[in-house]
């Protein structure tokens, strides 16, 4: 039996992970489930939001499912602490952004592919008046572990930092800045990574159909970073002749993922921007709700819904959230670990659930979230499952 690290994070992650341990379940994954400590909670108490046994059981299981986490800016964090712990040098930093560094987990999927049905999906006026509605069928590689979310920033950089930044000619512009004023944030990209993200994306393509691989950055402005990468994808592109290669820049990307969304197939980009782009076109299949991903390394894998933590839908009872995105999650982890029946199982079920809309969370009624969603006809977090189940 395979052992499946469970992390339900904050928030509304610890609801909707119990209800996709229970669909699977019922679709028949013969699992044994750990529970692991990570999340606000442990940041509080313990000031490590990402404790070492939690790591050591990842490290043994190397397959786990995560439900949500709240992070906070740095002073806030630093108030919720216990007075314990309070001015002793603690500084908070995202658990998942932690796993995914700790254990290389640079490879990060995000489909973003619309169920027939779903009243929230992307559409458009035609010519003659009426409306069209594209299938949107992208899935982002985000490189996971560099760029903007390397962690590699100051505030007030010390000495040896700013005197090698002011050997930079464009530095001169800020050498009047006293440090206490100036903030630094670094966009580390390096080769290997960059090679590995991008081929992840053509084997993807190539395996999956997919007609085209668009590199979503920015080489006009940023030269050296995102100029890196597209000369790698334009070397790796010569390996699959079959696989356009396109190269469209981060905010004109922006704009025309709403003008021609079907147009796009696998989408790579560096950290920053693959969240950006994700997000934008999660906006298109249903919003977060629908928005899943995985985070793989060599040995390790994380699967997650990319929605937060939205503690303000914690306490309600029944809960009003939609479990989709962590269960189509749960159907990417069946897919890495080749129990591919049991994933198209669940994943024909919630489209045939979508489909029907006879049972539909208040996100997909457009309302908005309250306890008072179930009155004007919204099923709860727990209806949903119970509906994808009895459509097994």
Known sequence: MRTIVALPGDGIGKIVLPEAIR???????????????????????????????????IAEHKIALFGAITSKPKDAAEKELDPS????????????????????????????????????????KTRDGGFEEPLVNAVIFRQNTEGLYSGVE?????????????THPKMKAYSHVPGE?????????????????????????????YKNLTLCEKPNVLRET???????????????????????????????????????????????????????????????GFAYSANIGNNVAIFEPTHGSAPKYEKLNPSIVNPIAMFMSAVMMLEYIGEN????????????????????????????????????????????TDEIIANL
């Not at 995102?226 to 002749?241: D, H, L, N, Q, V």
């Open 181 to 209: 004023e100036l903030a630094v944030s670094t966009r580390i990209v390096t080769k290997k990574a960059s090679e590995r993200i991008i081929r992840a994306g053509f084997e993807y393509a190539k395996k999956h159909g």
């Open 226 to 288: 995102s100029g890196m990468m597209f000369r790698i994808a334009k070397e790796i592109a010569k390996e699959y002749p079959e696989i356009a290669l396109w190269n469209t820049n981060i905010d004109a990307q922006m704009m025309w993922l709403t003008k021609n969304p079907e147009d796009y197939g696998v989408i790579v980009a560096e950290n920053m921007f693959g969240d950006i782009i994700s997000d934008g076109f999660a906006g298109l299949i249903g919003g977060l």
């Open 23 to 57: 669909l699977l379940d019922a679709a028949g994954f013969n699992a044994n489930y750990v529970w692991g400590d990570i999340g606000w909670e442990f940041w509080c108490k313990e000031g490590n939001a990402l404790p070492q046994r939690t790591i050591d059981l």
């Open 341 to 384: 029946k049991i994933a198209a199982k669940i994943k024909n079920a919630i489209a045939k659930v979508v489909k029907e809309g006879k049972v539909r969370t208040y996100d997909m009624l457009k309302l908005k979230g309250g306890p008072d969603v179930f009155e004007k006809g919204a099923a709860s977090t727990q209806q949903m």
């Open 85 to 124: 712990l309070q001015g002793k040098g603690y500084v908070y930093f995202s658990p998942i952004v932690g796993l995914r560094q700790h254990f290389n987990l640079d490879i990060c999927i995000r489909p973003c592919i619309s169920f027939k049905g779903n009243p929230l999906n992307f559409i458009r």
């Open 154 to 166: 100051w505030t007030n950089p010390p000495k040896q930092v700013r005197d090698a930044l002011e």
